[in-house]
């Protein structure tokens, strides 16, 4: 069985740039979760799509982040413009369906390394 | 507000000896556990699980131990094997809620 794909794998642009990841979760998992991991800490929920909806984006810096699913299935991260402090890996997972009291295991891809100079 | 904590940034153990891990959480809502391992360049890999209607969960050589009136868990691994060495995060989920929140990772460095 395939993994959650994600790329680039590194990305280093400069300050007021943008730039946009990808990410391709395993066949039939509905739920796709994008991550921030700031050197040092642990990965930050930044949003939780099921199927092609948002479900969480409560820690997304919406004036400058955004992430769509069109189709529910891939799904991009855009940030526009970055900052200094968005130097980070962006983690990508995915897990079959939220169901109502219950748990599902996340699948991570290996994360896109972004530095921000 | 870091509601998952792991006081410990590394640790280093002997190969064969126990390796013990810490995790402390604020949210009493909080009723299931995970601790995930992850190696350099690649992602999270789940290791073990935890609800709060258990203290202790074992496979293999991993155990996670459960004390809800301290809100702190623990991940054992014996015997502790190089292969072992990774950072390893402890994360946390209510019932009710969506998303897992994550300490800040325990490097741990299994010596041959």
């Known amino acids: 069985e395939a993994g959650v794909a994600q790329s680039p794998r590194y990305k280093i642009i400069e300050k007021r740039q943008s730039v946009a990841f990808w990410c391709n979760p395993i066949s039939g998992h509905a739920t796709l979760y994008w991550y921030q991991q700031i050197l040092g800490q642990g990965p930050k929920l930044l949003i939780q799509?099921?199927?092609?909806?948002?479900?969480?984006d409560s820690q997304l810096p919406k004036d400058r982040f955004s992430a769509e699913r069109l189709k529910g299935v891939d799904s991009t991260l855009k940030i526009q413009p970055a900052k200094l402090e968005d130097s980070a890996v962006y983690l990508c997972?995915?897990?079959?369906?939220?169901?109502?009291?219950?748990?599902?295991?996340?699948?991570f891809g290996p994360g896109t390394r972004l530095t921000v100079l | 507000d870091q509601q998952v904590k792991q006081n410990s940034p590394s640790l280093s153990v002997q190969e064969g000896r126990i390796s013990i891990l810490n995790c402390d959480y604020t949210n009493s809502m909080f009723d299931y556990f995970l601790w995930y391992k992850k190696y350099p360049a690649e992602g999270p890999t789940f290791l073990i699980s935890i609800s709060s209607i258990k203290d202790k969960n074992e496979d293999g050589r991993f155990t996670v131990f459960l004390n809800k009136s301290a809100k702190h868990l623990s991940l054992h691994i014996v015997p502790s094997q190089p292969g072992d060495s990774a950072v390893y995060f402890c994360?946390?989920?209510?019932?009710?809620?969506?998303?897992?929140?994550f300490g800040t990772g325990t490097s741990l460095t299994v010596i041959p």
């Open positions: 997972a995915s897990s079959l369906k939220i169901e109502r009291d219950s748990y599902n295991e996340q699948f």
């Open positions: 994360a946390a989920s209510s019932f009710t809620g969506n998303q897992f929140y």
């Open positions: 799509f099921q199927n092609n909806g948002v479900v969480d």
